[in-house]
């Protein structure tokens, strides 16, 4: 039986000793998994496939452990700073590597230069969610343009991937709607159960279950087709914004200078691990599609990426703060 959310989070795990690790690990000693997210999001069902599959390649103890803040930045910039002897790894995303770099003008890291790039791991479904009240995303937006400025969007930071989507929808369908930012996407889901807040762009793992048992109404999906998971909530294709489409995805660093054995055994562990039918089982549960894996495929996203968010920041008018 796969486990929940909850299950997931909440589950304890210490992997049996293997033996030695390759050169440069930290043998004896615990490993950080950073999740620069608050608890309860896909990056924990991710920490958690991670545990399981380096656990049993090197053996010791894998916590994950959350720094969030500040558009991720602050777990990310932690691991920048961090010893690069195998204790302190990061379970990163697009959110800190490709899009806070335009979001704040003292970043404290080089997106590039200051980590050793493991692999690109999964890209994450989306779904805009709203409190039960709002019947539909087209309810939403003639509420929106009757009265702007009066709904509300919950974020977990300036220039992320649920800001930047609320951007867009915003600007295309005519409306005007508050930002409020969070933490990360639990706090802000918490605040749209509560009623405080309307709406969010959200990774599909911590608001599915609120959507299956009717907590939360899902509006859209912002993909091409409809999800497997979810197949009932419309493409914003199909609700007339054509390219109003996610591009959210987490990969695997440690800090810069890691050393080559250590990396190069990380990368072929993590091809393993995420290859395992229950990680496979476990991705499509949560909504986790995935991505090519490598550190040069990593590297590649984050160039592409980087460009590509220039551009898209500039036009949203975001200035660094």
Do not use: C
């Not at 545990?51 to 777990?75: C, I, N, R, Y």
């Not at 807040?197 to 279950?209: E, G, I, L």
Request: overall charge neutral.
């Amino acid at each position: 039986m796969l486990l929940g959310t909850a299950a997931v989070i909440a589950m304890p795990f210490l992997a049996k000793a293997q033996g030695k690790g390759p050169e440069g690990w930290p043998n004896g000693r615990s490993v950080s998994l950073v999740i620069p997210f608050t608890p309860g999001g896909g990056t924990d069902v991710i920490g958690r496939i991670l545990q399981d599959g380096l656990g049993e390649s090197f053996g010791g103890s894998f916590v994950m452990e959350h720094k969030p803040g500040a558009s991720t930045t602050v777990g990310v910039r932690y691991v920048a700073r961090a010893r690069p002897d195998g204790a302190t790894l990061l379970v990163g995303s697009n959110s800190g590597f490709t899009q806070a770099p335009f979001a704040y003008r003292n970043l404290g890291y080089d997106p590039l230069a200051d980590f050793t790039h493991i692999s690109l791991l999964y890209a994450s479904a989306y779904l805009l969610v709203a409190h039960p009240r709002w019947g539909s995303f087209e309810q939403v937006i003639e509420a929106a343009r009757r009265e702007p400025g009066r709904l509300s969007y919950g974020t977990w930071g300036l220039g992320s991937t649920a800001h930047l989507l609320m951007l867009e929808m915003n600007e295309r369908t005519g409306t005007e709607m508050l930002h409020v930012p969070f933490g990360g996407p639990a706090p802000a889901l918490t605040e749209i159960l509560a009623g405080r807040v309307d709406m969010m762009f959200t990774t599909f793992a911590p608001a599915r279950a609120h959507v299956l048992e009717g907590r939360l109404r899902a509006l859209a999906a912002p993909h091409e087709g409809r999800l497997a998971a979810m197949p009932q909530v419309p493409t914003t294709g199909e609700l007339e914004l054509p390219g109003l489409l996610v591009s959210a995805w987490w990969g695997l660093a440690g800090p810069a200078n890691l050393s080559p054995p250590l990396s190069v055994a990380l990368e072929q562990t993590v091809a393993s691990a995420v290859g395992r039918p229950a990680a496979q089982r476990l991705a499509e549960e949560f909504g986790l599609l995935p991505l090519p894996l490598g550190r040069e495929a990593m590297r590649a996203r984050i160039r592409r990426d980087l460009a590509q968010n220039e551009m898209l920041m500039r036009n949203a008018g975001i200035m660094p703060e």
